[in-house]
């Protein structure tokens, strides 16, 4: 009896294991939930407001981003999809060279793009090596998916402005990567 021990042991354990491997596999198959949320666009006296279906259906930018912090920690680079900050503006009224744009988040924080960085201008870009290069061409996008997944909570979903590129090896400035968007204006 004692020598059935250690088999029995052996027999539970590949059974918990063969279960936990089918659990986690079920998890990975079904399609994540994006998280809720709205984003409202103000442009003078216009509101819009869009959910996901709303952002989700209009023409998408799919490419790279990959951003450092200011104390030169490099997060990516990630495959993004989204819509360009352009054409959400565009929504709501008229956009000209006089305007900026005013990002905000849930959790209060803001960001100012002035209207040459609305068009992807004006952006110090690095390269692996954090060194500064010339800016290729740049897309300031609000991101909904990060390498083919709803943008999780951790990393600012369910919408997140991006600095993004069309290539995977171009560094930007993360303080404009504005997490947990809520509200673009027009000012
Ligand atoms: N809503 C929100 N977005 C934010 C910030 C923040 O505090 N709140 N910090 C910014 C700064 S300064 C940096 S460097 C990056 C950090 O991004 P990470 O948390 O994905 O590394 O997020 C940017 N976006
Ligand atoms: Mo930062």
Request: with cysteine.
């Amino acid at each position: 009896m004692k020598r059935l021990m250690p088999a029995l042991c052996i027999c539970l354990l590949a059974v918990a294991c063969i279960c936990g491997c089918t659990g986690a596999g079920e998890t990975a198959v079904a399609a994540p939930e994006p998280l809720p949320g709205n984003l409202t666009i103000l442009h003078g006296g216009t509101e819009v407001v869009l959910d996901w279906d709303d952002i989700t259906a209009m023409p998408a930018f799919e490419g790279y981003g990959y951003s450092v912090s200011t104390v030169g920690i490099k997060s990516g680079p990630f495959a993004v999809k989204g819509v360009p900050l352009t054409d959400l503006i565009a929504l709501a009224g008229d956009f000209g060279p006089e305007n900026r744009v005013w990002v905000s988040a849930t959790d209060g924080y803001l960001w100012v793009f002035d209207a040459d960085q609305v068009d992807g201008e004006g952006f110090i870009t690095f390269d692996d090596n954090l060194k500064e290069v010339p800016a290729p061409p740049l897309t300031i996008i609000i991101m909904y998916e990060q390498d083919g997944l709803p943008v999780t909570y951790e990393y600012g979903g369910p919408f997140r402005m991006v600095v993004a590129t069309a290539t995977p090896d171009i560094i930007t400035e993360g303080s404009s990567w504005v997490k947990w968007v809520d509200t673009i204006e027009v000012r």
